[in-house]
Every structure is written in C-alpha cells, then in structure tokens.
C-alpha cells in the first residue's frame, strides 16, 4: 500500500532496493527517473569506490578527510561538503543493574547519578572535535544542546541555562575523580561502551574516550557490533551494554520531534521509541506534555530550555559534535540538491535527470 512517487519492486536484505515509479501517483512530485535503486554498502570507501565505478551515481558516505580527499580526486564526479543535521552524542543506560544504575548502589539514586556525571565529565569533547572533525570543517565547535541545533533561534540561550557548562568541552578528568570520591565510589569501574564496530571514526571516538575514561577512574570495554547487527543491539541490548555512542538524525523541525528520545514509560511500560537507556523523570515527560500543545515561540523554547535542565542535571548523557557532511554524485546526474535534515540526498529527486546513460 503506497501513496507516494514510487513503489517498492525488488528488494534484497542488505543489498539493494528497487523503486519504481508509481503510476497511481497525483501528487506534485511525478517526475524523476523511472525507476530508483538505492544501495546498501556501510564502508564510507566503498561507497567512493562504487561511484568512481558507476555503480551508483550518487552517495552521502560518513565523512572523514580521507573520504573527502578520494572523492575530489576523481573525475567527473561533483561534491559537496557541509553539516548535516545529525549529531553524534553518548548516551548512558539507567536501569540494567549497570554502573549507572542506582539498583547497582542499593537504589542509591545520588551515587547512581554521580558516576554518570564523573562518566560524562571524563570525555574528551574538544579532542574528539579537533583531531576527528576540523579537519573537515574548520569552524566545529562542541555541541552543547540535546535538542536544539546550533545556529537555530534559541541555541544560544538553551546552552546559557541548560546546565551543560558544567560539563566543559575538553571534559574535566580531576573534577570526575573528584566526584567519584565525593560520592565514595572507587575505581575502576567497567563500562561496557557500544557502537558500530565498523565505523573508523567511531573507532578512533572510543580510543580517545578510553584513554581519558581510565585517567578518570573508567574502564571501557568495547561492545561494539557489526554494522548489520548495529541497530538491532542498540534498540534492545541494553542489558549487554552501559554506554552507546551514535548519531541521531534530525527528520523534521518540529519543537517536539525529541520527544521519542527522552519520554518515560507509560502505563504499559513502554518507553519512548527511541530511549534506547531506558530514562525516566515525570517532570520532563510532563514539560513534553506541555510543549505539544504550546504554540507560542516563546513558550516553545521556555519549555525546552526546561526540558533540558533536567536532562543535564540528570546526567542523561552528552551531546558531542553536528556531523560534517560529504554528498558526492556522478555529474551526468542534474537536479541534485541535498539538505541537512533527512531525507538528505534523496531530497529533489523529482529534479533528478541522467544526461548519459551509465
């Protein structure tokens, strides 16, 4: 059942997917090729490879400088480079009798939130950024809003009250040993840390947040995945893991579009879609209430500089940095015009036009 452009025609599990035009469509977007073949290839160079073959003509692979050197490299070949939407942040888990689990404690909420915070302050933020990010945007900067993105109204203002000053870009190794002590918590303490195993650069994250987590008094051990099993482990294998590193991607501008990340259990237990750790506080829930009903600017940004005040003060996890962005696609493809928010480079692809065949 389908009521847009394309349907699906063919599809292989994790190889390709067929759309082709769907012939029923009334709707103002018609044109576009006749047909759609999306690929799946996780290896940001393999990706460049294929498009330097021809076998794709258009690819939005992770960025990283050496992806962005192969594509100039090639001939006939334009590219894009800019910031997505997406960010990339840690989040913790709250409740799988983890390190950051106040059942852990005796149901010690305090010491629970405590370890979380000497957790968050140990990673190297501005590291990260300048040996992973600037070389490809000179102008990165930390990221300190989990909901607001930088450069939209009410950035500035969130990051002036939220209460993520506490937790300085470089990270802050003394005050987390400080605060492990404080709370009469010794180290190390493991942490079993997620993310996609076959992500380079988030390979390199890990290193450099190991390195500056065991200065701290944290012992990470990697959990990663396989890209194919990726997904799957981070929306249900909570008990197998403590921390999870990965990117969320902005699909719209509405104020409540972060609900899902953040909003607790309902009467059936079930927590919002994407709160892969399990987070629970009634007042945000509440102030996410509020905010869906709210249509004054005004009050919109009120609430969630409200919303975010509890989210750092719970120690809910970090915001790192807004991705940098690669687009790269055949020249003989016109109409291209990607964006930063998904559907990224799908967006236009009623413009699209091959003027050779390939």
């Known amino acids: 059942v389908n009521n847009g452009p394309y349907v699906i025609t063919e599809y292989v599990e994790n190889q390709y997917l067929t759309l082709s035009k ?30 330097q073959n021809g076998e794709v003509d258009l690819i939005g692979p992770q960025a990283s400088a050496d992806v962005l050197t192969a594509l100039e490299a ?3 070949i334009e590219v894009k480079a800019g910031v997505e939407g997406t960010y990339e942040h840690v989040d913790l888990v709250f409740n799988n009798a983890g390190p950051f689990d106040p059942a852990t404690y005796g149901g010690d909420a305090a010491k629970a939130k405590a370890v979380r915070e000497a957790f968050l302050l140990s990673i190297p933020r501005q590291t990260i950024i300048d040996n992973l990010i600037k070389p490809l945007n000179p102008d990165a900067e930390v990221r300190n809003s989990m909901i607001v993105l930088p450069g939209a109204p009410g950035y500035d203002e969130m990051v002036a009250e939220n209460g993520s000053a506490n937790f300085p870009d470089a990270g802050d190794v003394t005050k987390a040993q400080e ?36 200065t701290a008094g944290f012992n990470l051990i990697d959990t990663s ?28 501008t509405a104020v409540t579009e972060s609900d899902a990340n953040y909003r607790g259990p309902n009467a059936a237990g079930e927590y919002g879609s994407n709160n892969y750790g399990r987070y629970s506080n009634p007042e945000v829930d509440a102030l996410f209430d509020e905010l869906q009903v709210s249509t004054e600017l005004e009050d919109q940004q009120r609430i969630q500089r409200e919303i975010e005040k509890h989210l750092w003060a719970d120690a809910f996890g970090i915001t ?39």
């Open 22 to 51: 769907n012939e029923a469509y009334k709707g103002d977007h018609g044109t576009g090729p006749d047909t759609v073949t999306v690929r799946y290839i996780d290896d940001p160079m393999a990706q460049v490879q294929a498009l």
């Open 225 to 252: 995945k396989p890209a194919a099993e990726w997904g799957p482990f981070l929306s249900s294998g909570q008990a197998e893991y403590d921390a999870s590193l990965f990117g969320w991607q902005s699909t719209s």
């Open 179 to 214: 605060v492990l002590a404080a709370a009469g918590v010794t180290g190390p303490i493991d942490v079993r840390f997620a993310f996609n195993g076959d992500n380079t650069r988030r390979q390199n994250e890990y290193a450099l947040i190991k390195d500056a987590a065991a």
């Open 74 to 76: 090639l001939d006939g």
């Open 320 to 358: 790192i940095f807004q991705f940098p962005s690669i687009k790269g696609w055949n020249s003989e493809l016109t109409g291209v015009d990607p964006i930063t928010i998904s559907p990224t480079i799908f967006y236009g692809f009623w413009d699209w036009e091959k003027t050779a065949a390939s």
